[in-house]
T-cell receptor, first 113, second 112 residues
Framework: DQQVKQNSPSLSVQEGRISILNCDYT??????FLWYKKYPAEGPTFLIS?????DKNEDGRFTVFLNKSAKHLSLHIVPSQPGDSAVYFC????????????FGKGTKLSVKP | DAGVIQSPRHEVTEMGQEVTLRCKPI?????LFWYRQTMMRGLELLIY????????DSGMPEDRFSAKMPNASFSTLKIQPSEPRDSAVYFC??????????FGAGSRLTVL
């Protein structure tokens, strides 16, 4: 059973608007969450992360929100740019583990000019 | 910093053949991870090493898969014999800071 779920396989947004990517998880033992971005024929690259003791982390155009009671996190991209078009993976880590991440299946974001 | 280097980038082989995928982690990174990406299962962890020692191989699908890390700068993932269902993109990653993995570009394997 999937512990990290990204229920939207794809999302299309107009340039300049907000992109919201969602992720749900089932295991309350996760203590750290990350978002990775992946372009075709490349490996995933780290984008932004959040500890379970926080509810928000911001880095430029990217903000991650964590709702522990709902076991839900989201990635907001404002404003969206065509270069943001990629597959976005949500990932989670168990408390005490070293770095082995559990990934969702990804959401393909298309930002149209 | 050349990043995590994987080879080959693409491999096409026939069922029953042995496949060896290679990875050179970033110098100074103490942990190395092998992931597999498929449409059905997404990105799944196969095995990871800490200081060249395998820590968790519970994700290795079956005995046909084996991984080694003979030194801090090299790891291999071997499939013998390969089957069509092994077709996937295999990623190697090393640990940059606590929690954040740096991935290689991947090795796309096609087994006919």
């Amino acid at each position: 059973d999937q512990q990290v779920k990204q229920n939207s396989p794809s999302l299309s947004v107009q340039e300049g608007r907000i992109s919201i990517l969602n992720c749900d998880y089932t295991n309350s033992m996760f203590d750290y969450f990350l978002w990775y971005k992946k372009y075709p024929a490349e490996g995933p690259t780290f984008l932004i992360s959040i500890s379970s003791i926080k509810d928000k982390n911001e880095d430029g155009r990217f903000t991650v929100f964590l709702n522990k009671s709902a076991k839900h996190l989201s990635l907001h991209i404002v404003p969206s740019q065509p270069g943001d078009s990629a597959v976005y993976f949500c990932a989670a880590k168990y408390g005490g583990s070293q770095g082995n991440l559990i990934f969702g299946k990804g959401t393909k974001l298309s930002v149209k000019p | 910093d050349a990043g995590v280097i994987q080879s080959p980038r693409h491999e096409v082989t026939e069922m029953g053949q042995e496949v060896t995928l290679r990875c050179k982690p970033i110098s100074g990174h103490n942990s190395l991870f092998w992931y597999r990406q498929t449409m059905m299962r997404g990105l799944e962890l196969l095995i990871y090493f800490n200081n060249n020692v395998p820590i968790d191989d519970s994700g290795m699908p079956e005995d046909r898969f084996s991984a080694k890390m003979p030194n801090a700068s090299f790891s291999t993932l071997k499939i013998q014999p390969s089957e069509p269902r092994d077709s996937a993109v295999y990623f190697c990653a090393s640990l940059r800071t606590v929690n954040v993995l740096t991935f290689g570009a991947g090795s796309r394997l096609t087994v006919l």
